[in-house]
């Protein structure tokens, strides 16, 4: 009879182990979300030299339960003009492709739900179904605001995915596989995909901050101008669906996608002596960038859609598609040493941060110069 | 096997999903409603494709259909007046001869279909490698073609429907 | 390892959702549904294609990369055809269908 | 590592459990929430405003030129990870047709460019 692990029966451990993989991603979904929001807040506050939350429990660490159990207990408002089954049905297009997502990231050696050979392309697949689920709530809610923000949400949420999955490509040229788990021990000395992409990582970076409706990228929800835009007509634990699980859900998701393509995943010293010390390497650095996408959150404004649009398929765009094609042709012509795609890469984020707002200064000096003229 | 069985047990579930959710999109009256049991039927199709262990084009079909080229007919439903009368073409006027003519189509080339045997089968898993061969080998040339498709419907439609946006200005 | 699935089924159901596709063609009046048909009988090509490629003895992936070309066709047939249809629906702020018409020569 | 056969049976898996845990979630909801439901309260929300009319009308085709160029450039995807994968492979070959595929889409970009269908209002 054979044995699987733990002695335990095949045919008993398989379905075993699904069942706790599947329990584990709730469980990750929902306190990832907990802890993610008191972060956030926290964060804004110290930014902003506030306290934050600070009445329930210890340092306000209670305050997120408190606010999980509030929107559990609010009334479920459904406006008389919605279309209802399509409004029901919205929070959950969005909420399931999400925690498939948690599928393939590999949290450690041999701690992955399932290595699919395809698995980068298994998560871009996934992440542009969300959009539909946007757009549908949208156009369930059959309110201006929603519609707008759910139009608006899905322009900034397909033209987004381009960059994003261009930058993916990057590395996956460089790697040669799809699979999760060889993209991460492809990197298993110091140095990691990001000393060699690093402008593969900044496009990413800014896709997933567009792709997950995060400032400066909140125009779908845009709750000063759109109120909530697609959002509107939700209340209570549909909006906590939407929002708050979700949202946070996919900024793991992500952060988790830049953690393994760019920065080695679990890799880490003692990884090879204590394969379970690659999970505490792998949420560190999950973590990083969840930090990081709160410190943008309180630095920089929301951008307006034509800015938006503009930067997505004038400057970004054209800037992956320039090194999808030059790393390819480096690694072709040298073989072997990474160097040339490096030097190219560090280049064209040299270029992002200082030739692109130089040259967005002079286009604007230019444009006041013609306005003046004209109204002398 | 039990894997056997399983698979089975999924096949009975998509089909019946598919062939379901096909025919709700024909007598399903609102265009939405149409669209979303469109994109469902994309989605199980892929489901279809996963069980003949052809996973890279299952992936695609999701990216293709189920994110693009719904979220274009969404945005092509609600860029179109809603509710408004409906015109036949001229084939359908008769709508009950249609039927007709179909379902005796059909049913002969249904058993027919049925009755295809099995070959060698392949190894399950991983058809990306062998996929790319085909398309960058024997396919490079129907490859470049597609890419002057796309810029002809690219350029296409733009002209559709930027003129129109330059005459109501 | 004979597949717990027979090929024949796999056809049968493409088979299914191909008639279905083409009723909507024939009997609905909505062009965007027409469109939808349309790409419900390709989707229904695909399955045929792949089921083919993958069980009737091929060596290799001729008709996977087949549908990846079915691919592109669909999608620029859907962009076109939507814009077509957007663009008939501007000149015209009545309308449904039967542009086909209006547009001829 | 399980048998990869039952490597997407995960996916449909999690899926499945996403959507129960979702129905299970808003059940409590709804068992724990009150309701009352109002004639105020069932009104759409459009800041205070009486909506006029409903929402579902036609908006600017604006729109629809992104998501047109976002088709096409998601059917260049799915050429260009199996070319990124096999791309040792296939060597100089190889990229010259890419060179070839994406040269001729940026001539599309670029005719939407010119055209200013990329511009959003």
């Given at each position: 009879m054979p044995i699987g692990p733990f002695g335990i029966d095949p045919g008993i451990w398989a379905p075993l182990r699904l069942l706790l993989a599947v329990a584990l991603t709730l469980f990750l979904v929902l306190n990832g979300a907990l802890l993610m929001i008191y972060l956030e807040r926290k964060i804004q506050a110290i930014i902003q030299d506030r306290t934050g939350p600070?009445?329930?429990g210890p340092f306000g660490l209670l305050q997120t339960f408190a606010d999980a159990i509030k929107l559990l207990s609010k009334e479920d408002v459904r406006a008389k003009a919605t279309d209802k089954a399509f409004f029901l049905m919205a929070p959950m297009i969005v909420f399931s492709p999400m925690v498939a997502?948690?599928?393939?990231?590999?949290?450690?050696?041999?701690?992955?739900g399932a290595d699919l050979n395809i698995g980068l392309l298994y998560l871009t697949t996934l992440g542009s179904m969300a959009v539909l689920g946007i757009v549908i709530a949208g156009w369930a809610s059959n309110n201006k605001y929603s519609l707008i923000g759910g139009l608006r949400s899905a322009g900034q949420l397909i033209s987004y995915e381009v960059p994003q999955i261009l930058s993916l490509v990057t590395v996956v040229l460089v790697v040669?596989?799809?699979?999760m788990v060889d993209i991460t021990r492809?990197?298993?000395?110091?140095?990691?995909n990001f000393l060699v992409l690093p402008f593969a990582f900044v496009g990413y970076f800014i896709a997933a901050l567009a792709e997950t409706n995060?400032?400066?990228?909140d125009l779908p929800e845009a709750e000063s101008e759109l109120?909530?835009?697609?959002?509107?007509e939700y209340s209570g634990m549909r909006w906590g669906t939407f929002l708050a699980l979700t949202e946070y859900g996919e900024v793991t998701v992500v952060c988790s996608i830049m953690t393994t393509l760019?920065?080695?995943?679990?890799?880490?010293?003692g990884v090879d002596a204590l394969p379970a010390l690659g999970i505490v390497w792998f949420t560190l650095k999950v973590y990083v960038f969840v930090l990081a996408f709160m410190w943008v959150r309180a630095t920089l404004p929301r951008m307006r859609i034509d800015q938006l649009m503009d930067f997505c398929w004038k400057v970004l765009i054209p800037m992956a598609l320039v090194n999808i094609l030059a790393t390819a042709v480096l690694l072709l012509a040298f073989p072997g040493n990474l160097w040339p795609i490096a030097i190219v890469n560090w280049a064209l984020v040299a270029a992002l941060v200082f030739a692109l707002p130089a040259l967005q200064k002079r286009r604007l000096r230019t444009f006041r110069e013609r306005t003046r003229l004209s109204a002398a | 096997m039990t894997f056997d069985f399983l698979e089975m047990v999924l096949f009975a579930i998509l089909a019946i999903a598919i062939v379901g959710a096909g025919a709700a999109v024909v007598l399903v009256g609102r265009i939405t409603s149409a669209a979303l049991f469109m994109a469902f039927t994309f989605l199980c199709m892929a489901g279809m494709f996963l069980l003949l262990g052809a996973e890279t084009i299952a992936a695609f079909q999701v990216l293709i259909y189920v994110g693009a080229i719904t979220v274009l007919i969404l945005y092509g439903v609600m860029f179109t007046p809603q509710g408004s009368r409906d015109y036949g073409l001229?084939?359908?006027?008769?709508t009950p001869w249609a039927i007709v003519f179909v379902a005796f189509l059909a049913v002969p080339v249904m058993v027919f279909a049925s009755s295809f045997q099995d070959g060698r089968p392949l190894a399950r898993g991983g058809d990306l490698v062998p996929l790319a061969t085909s398309l960058f080998g024997d396919f490079a040339y129907p490859f470049e073609v597609a890419s002057v498709l796309l810029l002809a419907a690219l350029v296409g439609a733009i002209v559709l429907v930027k003129r129109d946006d330059e005459e109501i200005r | 390892m004979t597949p717990a699935v027979p090929l024949g089924a796999f056809i049968a159901v493409s088979a299914a959702l191909f008639f279905i596709g083409c009723a909507g063609v024939l009997t609905r009046r909505n062009a965007v549904v027409i469109l939808m048909c349309v790409e419900l009988m390709l989707n229904a090509a695909n399955l045929a294609l792949v089921a083919f490629s993958r069980?009737?003895?091929?060596?290799?992936?001729r008709g996977s990369v087949f549908v990846v070309f079915v691919f592109v066709v669909a999608a620029a047939e859907v962009a076109v055809g939507l814009a077509i249809v957007l663009s008939a629906y501007r000149t015209r702020p009545v309308v449904n269908v039967d542009e086909a018409r209006a547009m001829k020569g | 590592m399980p048998d990869y056969n039952l490597s997407y049976f995960y996916v449909f898996a999690f899926f499945v459990a996403a959507a129960i845990f979702i129905t299970l979630l808003l059940g409590l909801a709804r068992l724990i929430a009150p309701r009352k439901v109002t004639v105020e309260k069932a009104r759409t929300y459009e800041?205070?405003?009486?909506?006029?009319?409903?929402?579902w009308s036609r908006y600017p085709t604006h729109f629809y030129v992104f998501a047109l160029l976002f088709v096409v450039f998601d059917v260049e995807v799915i050429f260009l990870f199996p070319w990124a994968v096999l791309f040792r492979t296939l060597g100089w070959y190889g990229l010259v047709e890419m060179v070839i595929f994406i040269a001729i889409l940026v001539v599309g970009l670029y005719y939407a460019w010119r055209k200013k269908a990329l511009n959003w209002y």
């Amino acid at each position: 009879m054979p044995i699987g692990p733990f002695g335990i029966d095949p045919g008993i451990w398989a379905p075993l182990r699904l069942l706790l993989a599947v329990a584990l991603t709730l469980f990750l979904v929902l306190n990832g979300a907990l802890l993610m929001i008191y972060l956030e807040r926290k964060i804004q506050a110290i930014i902003q030299d506030r306290t934050g939350p600070h009445h329930v429990g210890p340092f306000g660490l209670l305050q997120t339960f408190a606010d999980a159990i509030k929107l559990l207990s609010k009334e479920d408002v459904r406006a008389k003009a919605t279309d209802k089954a399509f409004f029901l049905m919205a929070p959950m297009i969005v909420f399931s492709p999400m925690v498939a997502s948690f599928v393939v990231l590999p949290f450690a050696p041999d701690f992955v739900g399932a290595d699919l050979n395809i698995g980068l392309l298994y998560l871009t697949t996934l992440g542009s179904m969300a959009v539909l689920g946007i757009v549908i709530a949208g156009w369930a809610s059959n309110n201006k605001y929603s519609l707008i923000g759910g139009l608006r949400s899905a322009g900034q949420l397909i033209s987004y995915e381009v960059p994003q999955i261009l930058s993916l490509v990057t590395v996956v040229l460089v790697v040669g596989s799809l699979s999760m788990v060889d993209i991460t021990r492809s990197q298993a000395g110091p140095f990691v995909n990001f000393l060699v992409l690093p402008f593969a990582f900044v496009g990413y970076f800014i896709a997933a901050l567009a792709e997950t409706n995060r400032t400066p990228f909140d125009l779908p929800e845009a709750e000063s101008e759109l109120v909530a835009g697609y959002l509107t007509e939700y209340s209570g634990m549909r909006w906590g669906t939407f929002l708050a699980l979700t949202e946070y859900g996919e900024v793991t998701v992500v952060c988790s996608i830049m953690t393994t393509l760019w920065f080695g995943g679990w890799q880490g010293p003692g990884v090879d002596a204590l394969p379970a010390l690659g999970i505490v390497w792998f949420t560190l650095k999950v973590y990083v960038f969840v930090l990081a996408f709160m410190w943008v959150r309180a630095t920089l404004p929301r951008m307006r859609i034509d800015q938006l649009m503009d930067f997505c398929w004038k400057v970004l765009i054209p800037m992956a598609l320039v090194n999808i094609l030059a790393t390819a042709v480096l690694l072709l012509a040298f073989p072997g040493n990474l160097w040339p795609i490096a030097i190219v890469n560090w280049a064209l984020v040299a270029a992002l941060v200082f030739a692109l707002p130089a040259l967005q200064k002079r286009r604007l000096r230019t444009f006041r110069e013609r306005t003046r003229l004209s109204a002398a | 096997m039990t894997f056997d069985f399983l698979e089975m047990v999924l096949f009975a579930i998509l089909a019946i999903a598919i062939v379901g959710a096909g025919a709700a999109v024909v007598l399903v009256g609102r265009i939405t409603s149409a669209a979303l049991f469109m994109a469902f039927t994309f989605l199980c199709m892929a489901g279809m494709f996963l069980l003949l262990g052809a996973e890279t084009i299952a992936a695609f079909q999701v990216l293709i259909y189920v994110g693009a080229i719904t979220v274009l007919i969404l945005y092509g439903v609600m860029f179109t007046p809603q509710g408004s009368r409906d015109y036949g073409l001229f084939f359908q006027k008769q709508t009950p001869w249609a039927i007709v003519f179909v379902a005796f189509l059909a049913v002969p080339v249904m058993v027919f279909a049925s009755s295809f045997q099995d070959g060698r089968p392949l190894a399950r898993g991983g058809d990306l490698v062998p996929l790319a061969t085909s398309l960058f080998g024997d396919f490079a040339y129907p490859f470049e073609v597609a890419s002057v498709l796309l810029l002809a419907a690219l350029v296409g439609a733009i002209v559709l429907v930027k003129r129109d946006d330059e005459e109501i200005r | 390892m004979t597949p717990a699935v027979p090929l024949g089924a796999f056809i049968a159901v493409s088979a299914a959702l191909f008639f279905i596709g083409c009723a909507g063609v024939l009997t609905r009046r909505n062009a965007v549904v027409i469109l939808m048909c349309v790409e419900l009988m390709l989707n229904a090509a695909n399955l045929a294609l792949v089921a083919f490629s993958r069980r009737y003895g091929a060596t290799d992936e001729r008709g996977s990369v087949f549908v990846v070309f079915v691919f592109v066709v669909a999608a620029a047939e859907v962009a076109v055809g939507l814009a077509i249809v957007l663009s008939a629906y501007r000149t015209r702020p009545v309308v449904n269908v039967d542009e086909a018409r209006a547009m001829k020569g | 590592m399980p048998d990869y056969n039952l490597s997407y049976f995960y996916v449909f898996a999690f899926f499945v459990a996403a959507a129960i845990f979702i129905t299970l979630l808003l059940g409590l909801a709804r068992l724990i929430a009150p309701r009352k439901v109002t004639v105020e309260k069932a009104r759409t929300y459009e800041s205070g405003e009486e909506p006029v009319g409903q929402a579902w009308s036609r908006y600017p085709t604006h729109f629809y030129v992104f998501a047109l160029l976002f088709v096409v450039f998601d059917v260049e995807v799915i050429f260009l990870f199996p070319w990124a994968v096999l791309f040792r492979t296939l060597g100089w070959y190889g990229l010259v047709e890419m060179v070839i595929f994406i040269a001729i889409l940026v001539v599309g970009l670029y005719y939407a460019w010119r055209k200013k269908a990329l511009n959003w209002y």
